[in-house]
T-cell receptor, first 117, second 111 residues
Framework: GAVVSQHPSWVICKSGTSVKIECRSL??????MFWYRQFPKQSLMLMAT?????????EQGVEKDKFLINHASLTLSTLTVTSAHPEDSSFYIC?????????????FGPGTRLTVT | GENVEQHPSTLSVQEGDSAVIKCTYS??????FPWYKQELGKRPQLIID?????GEKKDQRIAVTLNKTAKHFSLHITETQPEDSAVYFC??????????FGGGTRVLVKP
């Protein structure tokens, strides 16, 4: 099956610093990847859609200058949280879309738990 | 845009009983309906999905039904086991578009 990896699995950083999270599709090429944020006991909130070779599409209310997304290859998308603050602490999960004979499916990475102190 | 509502938000069942989770969607153009299972601190795992050209799909103890006219779909888990305890999310999307998730159902299977 489709495997998506994410790195790091957890990170602690100080306020004002930047953190980069990587999302990789390991056994398939993903022209589209998605970045989600999840708060405890809540649903997945889509932050942005990342398309290989083009600019990401951000959801309403998500600051594109704060959450920088780059999708430079068919197997890698990165999310950089710039000038992080404690309110950015959350579980960030990426997913990648894979097309099979029945249509597209979406598979998730293991997530990155970010704590900003 | 698409809006997906999921009920119930919590569900407690006795081991061996069945569990049913229901979702409704708003956009009649939606044609892909996956279900994900998420255990605490882990990634959502795709457990079953259905496309709009099919009314029902089954995989061992899990089944999903789709009613396009009423715009709702349901997840059925039979013979529940403790390892079925998790949060389940439904989702819907129109062709080639992003997934819209329901709010999630926390399922607890009591031994």
């Amino acid at each position: 099956g489709a495997v998506v990896s994410q790195h790091p699995s957890w990170v602690i950083c100080k306020s004002g610093t930047s953190v980069k999270i990587e999302c990789r599709s390991l056994d398939f090429q993903a022209t589209t990847m998605f970045w989600y944020r999840q708060f405890p006991k809540q649903s997945l909130m889509l932050m942005a859609t990342s398309n290989e070779g083009s600019k990401a599409t951000y959801e309403q209310g998500v600051e594109k200058d704060k959450f920088l997304i780059n999708h430079a290859s068919l197997t890698l998308s990165t999310l950089t949280v710039t000038s992080a603050h404690p309110e950015d602490s959350s579980f960030y999960i990426c997913s990648a879309r894979e097309w099979d004979k029945t249509g597209p499916g979406q598979y998730f990475g293991p997530g990155t738990r970010l704590t900003v102190t | 845009g698409e809006n997906v509502e999921q009920h119930p938000s919590t569900l407690s069942v006795q081991e061996g009983d069945s569990a049913v989770i229901k979702c409704t969607y708003s956009d009649s153009a939606s044609n892909y309906f996956p279900w994900y299972k998420q255990e605490l601190g882990k990634r959502p795992q795709l457990i079953i999905d259905i496309r709009s050209n099919v009314g029902e799909k089954k995989d061992q103890r899990i089944a999903v039904t789709l009613n396009k006219t009423a715009k709702h779909f349901s997840l059925h888990i039979t013979e529940t086991q403790p390892e079925d305890s998790a949060v389940y999310f439904c989702a819907a999307s129109i062709p080639g578009n992003k997934l819209t998730f329901g709010g999630g159902t926390r399922v607890l299977v009591k031994p």
